[in-house]
């Protein structure tokens, strides 16, 4: 790490080492000075996005280090010349904030749930602490978490990471509990030691929740810290530390039992070949993002603008401004979120009240009254009953009470549903008071039940009042439905995180089984509502609200929509894999609302999504029969716009890391260039020749990388203004030299 960092090029290169020497730096970051064009300070408001910094921090506990031998017996080749901040000044911070109070009051992640559990018994380290820069996906910084994820290693590893970052103006912070870390962060700088403070302090921060984290969060509010709204993020989903953990996680149990400085080492030397895998890599990723930008920009700006051009100007007009508003405003966000919608809708019980309120007004005017159970009450009676029939009644002394209720409510029923006995025979239908048969299977005969000529059996009214009730059962459903699907997923995430062995996993399991069951309830309850309402409405514009819920309209709003199988589609089924769903006559006789296994061939980005329709369905007001969909028109609108801004965002942010890549690629190869003559040899020709050789080979490699890229981002460079394109940079005399150079010291 030494030879390739270039120290043995400098006299005394490894006494003058200073902290982080030996990391690969990730060449698309903002690195003023190096890689950023003359004048960027001064870039129009619009473009600032494209200087940003963009990091994020997240912590593995699958990195944890048991206590095995010590520092004065195992310090470690270079503890802090890597990726890890030096131990002495990062410990004593630690000791000093040991009795910070994390508990999270938003979200239970495993960020927070292991700090003080068993876990931690006999470990000098419970895991590990990272920044990673979000756009290149290098690893930045890494703290040792002596007892979960704290908030005092967090800040230090953060304040660490920026340090490098001195004249930046802005940068945004991803963090899965950002949401209660940044609020105080402030304060907390007022602590920070003189090492990790002197950057962080002169940079405008702005909070950031990774997107798969994001919907396990409260929802009220949180849209201030959603990637998908903020502006210049493009479409980053800053979910760099799983990607980053993934392969690393296997390096666990083989430091688990090492001493500090040889894990340190063994650390430093992986995360070093990740960062590099990326350097090398950026041309082919970034080529490849780039074409998927495109295709993806022409979708959202094209959808987005047929969005528009429906919609009234003044109300664009209007919803913009407060698009603009908001994004502009700083954290806290004060003014009118654009993306929130109020879920209030009339429930069954304010229906049923309303019902009541116009029964007494009824009777109050001397309407005729049958008996001192209202219609509308018969009506609810019914509903409840169905509602029973449903959750199923196995013990002996339950059917009895549900017997009981059943005969009452068909004494009810004869009088008001008269024409039934009639019906019954015409039909051959047997009467309902059968005692032989279990109540729970006893079909009740509402007016839903019975053809169109319906008036005639039941009592004026009360089919109408039947279907009042039958649209806020689906309303209600509707919320059930996605109500429990969060609650599920929420469960879910929490389990996969933190639940360790079988038994607890178990436990966990029969949890989530009883909440999926009640998400089947709430099915059942909208399909049999909606086919009454349907019965005795007919077909009409009441079906673009509530419309048909099928197997594939039930999914997590954290979920893409489910891809249909294909044999013969790429990318869906390869190798050995099964099918993602099966076409059987199974799954069309019972809904499947199993979410939470998700391949990660399906996709999970909000940027292209496609929600089901049941988080989309705007309720309709009982009142006046209307739409009140202005609120929900607006959020979709914004969010449509958002969807359109970030992904202009991404190609534009493509194209200037680009850009910044081959700047920073020609400043290393000046730095390699210069490195051949740095050094006082004393008058060792060979050491001179050899040294020179190898600051020329690392040069050239930095020179055919530069020339590579330059190759495969050909046309995304063609896109950018003339003065700020690179591809004239060639005429730089060190390059011409640096070739001359390698051919004569041979050194391919």
């Given at each position: 790490?030494?030879?390739?960092?270039?120290?043995?090029?400098?006299?005394?290169?490894?006494?003058?080492?200073?902290?982080?020497?030996?990391?690969v730096?990730?060449?698309?970051?903002?690195?003023?000075?190096i890689?950023?064009?003359?004048?960027?300070?001064?870039?129009?408001?619009?473009?600032?996005?494209?200087?940003?910094?963009?990091?994020?921090?997240?912590?593995?506990?699958?990195?944890?280090?048991?206590?095995?031998?010590?520092y004065?017996?195992?310090?470690?080749?270079?503890?802090?010349?890597?990726?890890?901040?030096?131990w002495?000044?990062?410990?004593?911070y630690?000791?000093?904030?040991?009795?910070?109070?994390?508990?999270?009051?938003?979200v239970?992640?495993?960020?927070?749930?292991?700090?003080?559990?068993?876990?931690?018994?006999?470990?000098?380290?419970?895991?590990?602490?990272?920044?990673?820069?979000?756009?290149?996906?290098?690893?930045?910084?890494?703290?040792?978490?002596?007892?979960?994820?704290?908030?005092?290693?967090?800040?230090?590893?953060?304040?660490?990471?920026?340090?490098?970052?001195?004249?930046?103006?802005?940068?945004?912070?991803?963090?899965?509990?950002a949401?209660?870390?940044?609020?105080?962060l402030?304060?907390?700088?007022?602590?920070?030691?003189?090492?990790?403070?002197?950057?962080?302090?002169?940079?405008?921060?702005?909070?950031?929740t990774?997107?798969?984290?994001?919907?396990?969060?409260k929802?009220?509010?949180?849209?201030?810290?959603?990637?998908?709204?903020?502006?210049?993020?493009?479409?980053?989903?800053?979910?760099?530390?799983?990607?980053?953990?993934?392969?690393?996680?296997?390096?666990?149990?083989?430091?688990?039992?090492?001493?500090?400085?040889?894990?340190?080492?063994?650390?430093?030397?992986?995360?070093?070949?990740?960062?590099?895998?990326?350097?090398?890599?950026?041309?082919?990723?970034?080529?490849?993002?780039?074409?998927?930008?495109?295709?993806?920009?022409?979708?959202?700006?094209?959808?987005?603008?047929?969005?528009?051009?429906?919609?009234?100007?003044?109300?664009?007009?209007?919803?913009?401004k407060?698009?603009?508003?908001?994004?502009?405003?700083?954290?806290p966000?004060?003014?009118?979120?654009?993306?929130?919608?109020?879920?209030?809708?009339?429930?069954?019980?304010?229906?049923?009240?309303?019902?009541?309120?116009?029964?007494?007004?009824?009777?109050?005017?001397?309407?005729?009254?049958?008996?001192?159970?209202?219609?509308?009450?018969?009506?609810v009676?019914?509903?409840?009953?169905?509602?029973?029939?449903r959750?199923?009644?196995?013990?002996?002394?339950?059917?009895?009470?549900?017997k009981?209720?059943?005969?009452?409510?068909?004494?009810?029923?004869?009088?008001?549903?008269?024409?039934?006995v009639?019906?019954?025979?015409?039909?051959?239908?047997?009467?309902?008071?059968?005692?032989?048969?279990?109540?729970?299977?006893?079909?009740?005969?509402?007016?839903?039940?019975l053809?169109?000529?319906?008036?005639?059996?039941c009592?004026?009214?009360?089919?109408?009042?039947?279907?009042?009730?039958?649209?806020?059962?689906?309303?209600?459903?509707?919320n059930?439905?996605?109500?429990?699907?969060?609650?599920?997923?929420?469960?879910?995430?929490?389990?996969?995180?933190?639940?360790?062995?079988?038994?607890?996993?178990?436990?966990?399991?029969?949890?989530i089984?009883?909440?999926?069951?009640?998400?089947?309830?709430?099915?059942?309850?909208?399909?049999?509502?909606r086919?009454?309402?349907?019965q005795?409405?007919?077909?009409?514009?009441?079906?673009?609200?509530?419309?048909?819920l099928?197997?594939?309209?039930?999914?997590?709003?954290?979920d893409?929509?489910?891809?249909?199988w294909d044999?013969?589609?790429?990318?869906?089924?390869?190798?050995?894999?099964?099918?993602?769903?099966?076409?059987?006559?199974?799954?069309?006789?019972?809904?499947?609302?199993?979410?939470?296994?998700?391949?990660?061939?399906?996709?999970?980005?909000?940027?292209?999504?496609?929600?089901?329709?049941?988080?989309?369905?705007?309720p309709?007001?009982?009142?006046d029969?209307?739409?009140?969909?202005?609120?929900?028109?607006?959020?979709?609108?914004?969010?449509s716009?958002?969807?359109?801004?970030?992904?202009?965002?991404?190609?534009?942010?493509?194209?200037?890391?680009?850009?910044?890549?081959?700047?920073?690629?020609t400043?290393?190869?000046?730095?390699?260039?210069?490195?051949?003559?740095?050094?006082?040899?004393?008058?060792?020709?060979?050491?001179?020749?050899?040294?020179?050789?190898?600051a020329l080979?690392?040069?050239?490699?930095?020179?055919?990388?530069?020339a590579?890229?330059?190759?495969?981002?050909?046309?995304?460079?063609?896109?950018?203004?003339?003065?700020?394109?690179?591809?004239?940079?060639?005429?730089?005399?060190?390059?011409?030299?640096?070739?001359?150079?390698?051919?004569k010291?041979?050194?391919t």
């Amino acid at each position: 790490m030494l030879k390739r960092a270039g120290r043995g090029h400098v006299d005394d290169g490894v006494a003058m080492m200073k902290a982080h020497d030996l990391a690969v730096l990730c060449p698309s970051c903002p690195w003023p000075g190096i890689n950023l064009p003359d004048g960027w300070e001064n870039a129009p408001l619009e473009l600032r996005f494209l200087y940003i910094l963009i990091v994020c921090m997240d912590a593995n506990f699958c990195l944890k280090n048991q206590m095995v031998s010590s520092y004065s017996r195992d310090p470690g080749l270079g503890i802090g010349w890597g990726y890890f901040v030096p131990w002495e000044s990062f410990d004593k911070y630690v000791l000093n904030h040991t009795l910070d109070d994390d508990i999270s009051t938003c979200v239970g992640f495993a960020a927070l749930a292991k700090a003080d559990t068993k876990f931690s018994k006999g470990m000098r380290y419970t895991g590990v602490g990272a920044v990673s820069c979000v756009r290149g996906e290098f690893l930045m910084r890494l703290v040792n978490l002596h007892k979960g994820e704290r908030y005092a290693p967090m800040d230090y590893v953060f304040g660490s990471a920026l340090n490098d970052y001195a004249g930046l103006m802005y940068a945004i912070i991803s963090y899965d509990i950002a949401c209660q870390w940044f609020v105080n962060l402030g304060k907390c700088m007022t602590d920070w030691p003189a090492e990790i403070s002197s950057t962080a302090e002169s940079i405008v921060l702005t909070p950031a929740t990774p997107k798969f984290h994001e919907p396990a969060h409260k929802q009220q509010n949180h849209q201030e810290f959603s990637c998908n709204y903020i502006k210049g993020m493009g479409r980053s989903d800053c979910e760099v530390p799983e990607r980053l953990w993934g392969p690393h996680n296997q390096l666990g149990n083989s430091t688990k039992t090492m001493g500090p400085g040889s894990r340190h080492d063994v650390l430093d030397d992986n995360f070093g070949f990740w960062n590099w895998q990326k350097y090398v890599g950026m041309g082919s990723t970034l080529s490849r993002k780039y074409m998927a930008a495109i295709k993806e920009q022409n979708v959202q700006v094209e959808g987005h603008r047929g969005f528009s051009a429906g919609l009234p100007e003044d109300l664009v007009s209007q919803w913009e401004k407060v698009c603009m508003e908001w994004e502009d405003d700083s954290f806290p966000k004060m003014v009118e979120n654009p993306f929130a919608v109020n879920e209030d809708y009339m429930s069954e019980a304010k229906v049923e009240k309303e019902l009541e309120a116009e029964e007494a007004e009824h009777r109050h005017v001397g309407g005729r009254v049958l008996h001192a159970t209202s219609a509308d009450k018969f009506i609810v009676l019914a509903l409840a009953l169905q509602e029973s029939q449903r959750k199923g009644t196995a013990i002996k002394e339950q059917r009895s009470v549900l017997k009981e209720k059943l005969r009452n409510w068909l004494v009810l029923q004869s009088i008001y549903m008269p024409g039934l006995v009639q019906y019954f025979t015409e039909i051959g239908e047997p009467p309902g008071d059968n005692d032989d048969e279990d109540p729970e299977v006893v079909k009740l005969w509402l007016p839903s039940d019975l053809p169109a000529e319906r008036q005639a059996i039941c009592m004026e009214g009360l089919p109408a009042i039947e279907e009042r009730l039958r649209a806020v059962q689906c309303l209600d459903a509707l919320n059930g439905i996605r109500h429990t699907l969060r609650l599920k997923t929420r469960m879910i995430h929490f389990r996969n995180k933190n639940m360790c062995g079988q038994r607890p996993s178990t436990r966990a399991r029969a949890v989530i089984d009883g909440v999926h069951q009640r998400a089947l309830t709430f099915t059942t309850k909208y399909c049999v509502a909606r086919a009454a309402k349907l019965q005795l409405l007919g077909p009409g514009e009441w079906e673009e609200t509530l419309q048909v819920l099928e197997n594939k309209d039930i999914w997590s709003y954290t979920d893409v929509e489910r891809k249909k199988w294909d044999p013969d589609r790429r990318g869906n089924n390869e190798d050995d894999d099964e099918p993602v769903h099966a076409s059987d006559e199974e799954e069309e006789e019972e809904l499947n609302l199993e979410v939470d296994e998700r391949d990660p061939k399906d996709g999970m980005g909000e940027t292209r999504r496609t929600l089901s329709w049941i988080w989309r369905t705007m309720p309709v007001n009982i009142e006046d029969g209307t739409d009140q969909n202005e609120e929900i028109l607006r959020a979709e609108w914004c969010k449509s716009r958002a969807r359109a801004r970030r992904s202009t965002e991404e190609v534009l942010l493509l194209q200037e890391e680009m850009c910044c890549i081959l700047k920073f690629l020609t400043w290393k190869l000046d730095w390699w260039t210069d490195r051949q003559s740095r050094r006082d040899v004393g008058g060792d020709d060979g050491l001179g020749e050899g040294l020179a050789a190898f600051a020329l080979e690392q040069a050239k490699l930095q020179l055919a990388l530069k020339a590579k890229f330059k190759t495969l981002w050909k046309t995304p460079l063609q896109d950018i203004e003339p003065e700020s394109n690179i591809e004239n940079e060639d005429s730089d005399s060190s390059s011409d030299d640096l070739e001359d150079d390698v051919d004569k010291t041979d050194c391919t």
